[in-house]
């Protein structure tokens, strides 16, 4: 039997969103796990003009056969007005399709998030972003606090999903936020080897 698959597909525009993506798939890797690594394009009016086929750099573009051969799915976007990122949402109201078939229901999945403030949303796009996922049938896989970093914690991090305060003062991900990045990830991963096996 092949290694159970964990696609992390986020958007970032700063690197923030990102950061945590790489972490939350070495926290996959740890457990045992294949991380996918994906990304979506910018959005504008005319998304097709302005989006090159491959980026530049960075990971490939997501595409629904992405979702469909992973065995678990975390998800990552900056948050905007307490919600997830355009691109991001544009990527997941094309999976309707995906709904029809069932595709994804039954697979666990997790949320990772970025704000420039402390209370800058974090937890209400942590939410927004798991709702089309329970809507496609994905079991929700938080942090529970048994994790340690989360009584500790005075940047990101909650029992809805991994996060990041990037904020001046604290320039790149703290000790806590990566920790807490990689448990979700290793959470994730370890319930999707259960699942296949």
């Excluded at 666990?108 to 329970?134: K, N």
């Amino acid at each position: 039997m092949s290694r159970a698959t964990v696609l992390v597909l986020y958007y970032s525009r700063n690197g923030s969103t990102a950061a945590l993506a790489r972490q939350a798939a070495r926290g996959v890797e740890a457990a045992g796990a294949e991380a996918r690594l994906r990304t979506v394009p910018p959005v504008s009016a005319t998304v097709e003009a302005v989006s090159p086929p491959v980026p530049e750099e960075g990971p490939p573009y997501a595409k629904p056969e992405d979702l469909t051969e992973c065995d678990g799915l975390l998800l990552g976007s900056p948050t905007r007005f307490g919600n997830m990122a355009a691109p991001l949402k544009h990527f997941l109201d094309s999976t309707g399709p995906l709904w029809l078939s069932g595709a994804l229901a039954g697979k666990p999945a997790g949320a990772f998030t970025s704000t420039s403030t402390a209370h800058g949303g974090q937890e209400t796009t942590l939410l927004t972003m798991i709702l089309p996922l329970i809507h496609h049938g994905m079991l929700w896989v938080g942090l529970p606090y048994t994790e340690k970093a989360l009584f500790d914690t005075r940047t990101g991090g909650s029992p809805y999903g991994a996060s990041h305060v990037a904020a001046p003062w604290n320039d790149g991900l703290s000790p806590h936020e990566a920790e807490l990045s990689r448990a979700l990830g290793e959470r994730v991963a370890g319930i999707a080897i259960k699942l296949k096996s």
